[in-house]
T-cell receptor
C-alpha cells in the first residue's frame, strides 16, 4: 500500500525566503510527526499532531517554524525567513494511533544558501 | 546525559557472522521500544518492535532489560545487505514522542 509521501524531495532556497514542506501520511493514520536530521546527526523531534491538533510543539526550534494539519491528513511545515542552520532533511512520520509504530516518509532535503 | 545512548561503531562484521549491540535509555518510565535501520541518505525504516519477553524476526533478535534499562539487537548470519545504521528508539510518552539514539553503524564485509 501507499506509504508516507513528502514533497518536494529536494528544496534549495535563499536565506530569508519562506518554504513550505508537505507530508501525506498513510491513509487512516491519526498521528503525524515531524522530525529533522542534520548531516551526520540523529533525529530531532519537531512537532506531533493527533488529528488536526498539535498537543506538543515543544521541538520547534523557533517561532519561524510552524505547522498545520488539515482534514486529519495532509500536514504542512512552514519555515519563515530561512537561515543556513535550517539546512537539514525534514522527515515526516505517521502512526495508526499515538504510540504505535511510526512509518517515515522519504524526507525533504532542504538547503539554504 | 542523552536519553538514548548507543555505541556509534562501526561494527565491522564478516559475512555470515553474528553481531550484537546494545542501547541504554535513561527514563525508567519509557513505555515502548523499537529498532529502526537507516541506510545512507535514506529515511529510517522500522526493523522491529522490542517486547518485554524478547522477540525474534528471522535473523534478528531483540531483547529488553528494564531493570538495567537497555535493549539489544542481535543479527545472525549477517548479510552484506545488513550494512546500515541501526537506530535505537524509545517512546517515553503515551502519545508516541520518540527519542532516537544516534545510531550504531554496522558494516558487513565479504
Amino acid at each position: 500500500g501507499a506509504g508516507v509521501s513528502q514533497s518536494p524531495s529536494n528544496k534549495v532556497t535563499e536565506k530569508g525566503k519562506d518554504v513550505e514542506l508537505r507530508c501525506d501520511p498513510i491513509s487512516g493514520h491519526t498521528a503525524l510527526y515531524w522530525y529533522r536530521q542534520s548531516l551526520g546527526q540523529g533525529l530531532e523531534f519537531l512537532i506531533y499532531f493527533q488529528g488536526n491538533s498539535a498537543p506538543d510543539k515543544s521541538g520547534l526550534p523557533s517561532d519561524r517554524f510552524s505547522a498545520e494539519r488539515t482534514g486529519g491528513s495532509v500536514s504542512t511545515l512552514t519555515i519563515q525567513r530561512t537561515q543556513q542552520e535550517d539546512s537539514a532533511v525534514y522527515l515526516c512520520a505517521s502512526s495508526l494511533t499515538p504510540g504505535s509504530e511510526q512509518y517515515f516518509g522519504p524526507g525533504t532535503r532542504l538547503t539554504v544558501t | 546525559r542523552k536519553e538514548v545512548e548507543q555505541d556509534p561503531g562501526p561494527f565491522n562484521v564478516p559475512e555470515g557472522a553474528t553481531v550484537a549491540f546494545n542501547c541504554t535509555y535513561s527514563n525508567s518510565a519509557s513505555q515502548s521500544f523499537f529498532w529502526y535501520r537507516q541506510d545512507c541518505r535514506k529515511e529510517p525504516k522500522l526493523l522491529m518492535s522490542v517486547y518485554s519477553s524478547g522477540n525474534e524476526d528471522g535473523r534478528f533478535t531483540a531483547q529488553l532489560n528494564r531493570a538495567s534499562q537497555y535493549i539489544s539487537l542481535l543479527i545472525r548470519d549477517s548479510k552484506l545487505s545488513d550494512s546500515a545504521t541501526y537506530l535505537c528508539v524509545v517512546n517515553r510518552d503515551s502519545w508516541g514522542k520518540l527519542q532516537f539514539g544516534a545510531g550504531t553503524q554496522v558494516v558487513v564485509t565479504p
